[in-house]
């Protein structure tokens, strides 16, 4: 048989510390408590995307660059298009955005950040 919990285990999963279980305690204090809920519950992170990474197009002769924020033919700055590479087939520098259409990259709300009443 199988159980559903192990009763007998009495080390705190955020500190490892050990500690006595009264009824089915999980955590030995609040404090860790707290800390699991949030971290459970934490907004994911940003990946986080190198410049060399970026593609960024020149706004007066439409050239793109990867990872080069000034255009070589107009010496201006470029207004950066997002996470990229190179196109397998061109060479030319193709932005995420514009291979997925807008409703693809909108914003899903997870599930967890529902409230309860």
Excluded: H
Aim: some cysteine.
């Amino acid at each position: 048989m199988n159980p559903v919990r192990d009763d007998t285990a009495t080390t705190c999963p955020v500190c490892r510390n050990p500690f006595e279980r009264l009824g089915r305690q999980r955590f030995c204090s609040s404090v860790c408590r707290q800390s699991a809920w949030r971290s459970k519950r934490a907004a994911p992170a940003e990946p986080v995307v190198s410049r060399s990474q970026v593609v960024y197009a020149c706004p007066s002769c439409e050239g793109r660059y990867l990872g080069e924020q000034r255009c070589e033919t107009c010496n201006t700055w470029c207004r950066r298009l997002g996470p990229g590479a190179e196109c397998p087939r061109c060479g030319e520098a193709i932005s995420i955005t514009d291979l997925l259409s807008a409703d693809q990259l909108a914003p899903t709300v997870p599930a967890t950040t529902k409230r309860r009443r």
